[in-house]
């Protein structure tokens, strides 16, 4: 929890010369990609991690990262926030290169960048309301957090929200009293209410039956398309990535071995990036 002594006005980014940055983001972003990772190496002490990864996101993009367990795929999500420094490479988001970013840019950067776990990292003793407003939190001043005290408008949109995720008459339950396919729910409009212009997706159906997992998906995917905000989603079941995703990037052992559409993901290619793994 931040300390009093960084709290900061209620929107401390909104200023004209910001204003006039964003307008010219947005004039650009039909033809800009969102998201372009260039080169990204990264390395736990001496041992590399990721290694010269490239690709781009679009606005429309939905974009899945499968590969073995351990090929990277959770490190390269935390390269793109920061989250893990990566050591070499750019990840322009919005066309800042957020490894050069000040704090206070990347702060502004991972607002509008939505998370979405395996594990749905939700607050159990919170109610389903509360779990989603917490999405608003970088938004929010420090005392204005500590005390959960949220714009009218932002427990309206979460209600809005939590209606279009199939929640409405969840609201006021406790997290711990869901299943999983509805905690991954509040997961997903937790992530919408920061208004994201990017979604990053780690394994998000792992915990999940066969079915729900495909629901949760659909779910991703018809939110990520309304809301028009491209994917980057981890997803270990090739199955699940070749339907719902429109491309598909490949690592193994950090090295991206393939990229292409769902139908381009051939047994051949898909032995190159399982390697060892028996299919
Ligand atoms: N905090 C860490 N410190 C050291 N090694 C790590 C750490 N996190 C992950 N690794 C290693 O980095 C590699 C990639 O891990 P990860 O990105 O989690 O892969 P994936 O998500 O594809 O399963 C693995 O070999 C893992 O053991
Ligand atoms: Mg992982």
Not at 211 to 222: F, N, P, S, T
Not at 235 to 261: M, N, P, W, Y
């Amino acid at each position: 929890m931040d300390s009093v002594s960084t709290i900061e006005p209620l929107s401390p980014e909104v200023t004209p010369a910001s204003m006039a940055q964003a307008e010219s983001l947005l004039a650009n972003s039909a033809s800009a990609p969102v998201l372009d990772v260039r080169h990204l190496c990264a390395v736990y002490g001496k041992r590399s991690i990721l290694r010269d990864i490239s690709f781009t996101l679009n606005a429309d993009d939905f974009v899945a990262v499968i590969g073995p367990s351990g090929a990277g795929k959770s490190t390269l999500i935390r390269c793109i926030n920061r989250l893990v420094e990566p050591n070499a490479g750019e990840v322009r988001f919005l066309g800042e290169d957020l490894r050069q970013s000040r704090p206070r840019a990347l702060r502004a950067a991972r607002r509008r960048i939505g998370m979405i776990f395996q594990e749905f990292n939700l607050v159990d003793r919170l109610s389903v309301l509360d779990n989603v407003l917490t999405g608003r939190l970088g938004y929010t001043s420090t005392v204005r957090s500590l005390a959960r005290l949220y714009a009218r408008a932002d427990i309206e949109r979460a209600l809005v929200l939590l209606e279009r995720v199939g929640l409405s008459d969840h609201c006021h339950k406790r997290a711990d009293r869901l299943s999983g396919g509805q905690r991954q729910r509040v997961g997903i409009a937790r992530a919408l209410i920061q208004e994201p212009r990017l979604l990053l997706v780690d394994e998000p159906t792992s915990s999940l039956d066969p079915k729900v997992a495909r629901e949760v998906m659909g779910l991703i995917r018809q939110m990520a398309e309304e809301f028009q905000v491209p994917v980057l989603c981890n997803i270990h079941d090739v199955d699940l990535a070749t339907r719902f995703c429109s491309r598909i990037i490949g690592l193994q052992d950090g090295v991206k071995r393939f990229e292409g559409r769902p139908d381009e993901l051939s047994p051949a290619a898909l032995r190159d990036i399982y390697a060892m793994e028996v299919l």
